[in-house]
């Protein structure tokens, strides 16, 4: 399969299984949620097809997570390693 332009078949379908088992929703019970069949979704998950923009905002709806998150996710994951934290301290005139 050829790898479209930042998008990655493969690696978009782990981030599905992954959010989809950590949300604990079987295959079944998901493909019925995006209305397609649950060969279809295994193919998804397993880089072999790329879902339709529909069912990936779907998706976004179901996992609520960005878009980016599951088109994207090394990017994703990058940009959340780029944010920093401080700790606010109160400072007594």
Same mark, same amino acid.
Request: aromatic share 4%.
């Given at each position: 399969?050829? %790898?479209?332009?930042?998008? $990655?078949? +493969?690696?978009? /379908?782990?981030?599905?299984? =992954? %959010?989809? =088992?950590? #949300?604990?929703?079987?295959?079944? *019970?998901?493909? %019925? #949620?995006? !209305? =397609?069949?649950?060969?279809? +979704?295994?193919?998804?998950?397993? /880089?072999? @097809? ?6 990936? +905002?779907? +998706?976004? *709806?179901?996992? !609520?997570?960005?878009? $980016? !998150?599951? @088109? $994207?996710? *090394?990017?994703?994951?990058? %940009? #959340?390693?780029? @944010? #920093?934290?401080?700790?606010? @301290?109160?400072?007594?005139?």
């Amino acid at each position: 399969m050829k %790898k479209t332009e930042g998008m $990655d078949p +493969l690696r978009i /379908g782990e981030t599905i299984k =992954i %959010k989809r =088992i950590q #949300k604990r929703i079987t295959q079944t *019970d998901l493909a %019925k #949620k995006l !209305e =397609i069949s649950q060969t279809h +979704l295994s193919n998804a998950e397993n /880089g072999r @097809v790329m879902l339709s923009l529909k069912a990936l +905002l779907k +998706l976004r *709806d179901i996992f !609520e997570c960005t878009l $980016d !998150e599951l @088109v $994207d996710p *090394d990017r994703f994951e990058k %940009k #959340k390693e780029r @944010v #920093k934290r401080y700790k606010l @301290v109160r400072c007594s005139e």
